[in-house]
């Protein structure tokens, strides 16, 4: 089976893929513009709402559980946000 999305411009690093020009999503990292309007999003519900666990932003935002944690453990690190 092959994997691939248009979002992704690299090759694809995973063997069964025949070296296609898109890169499988799995050996590839959210492209900055789609993250960054996630952080700005996340920020966002986070000033209106201080109090909302990982688990209602993840609900809010429409995207999964792990995302949402990657993403505020992300805006941890920049310092953008305390815990």
Sequence with gaps: MKHQNALFARGCQRKNCGGMAVAC?????????????????????????????????????????????????ALLQKDWIKV
């Design 25 to 73: 999503p799995r050996t590839t990292s959210m492209p900055s513009v789609l993250s960054d309007v996630l952080h700005y999003r996340i920020l966002r519900l986070l000033e209106a709402r201080p109090d909302i666990s990982q688990r209602q932003l993840a609900k809010e935002l429409g995207v999964s559980l792990g995302k949402t944690n990657y993403c505020v453990q």
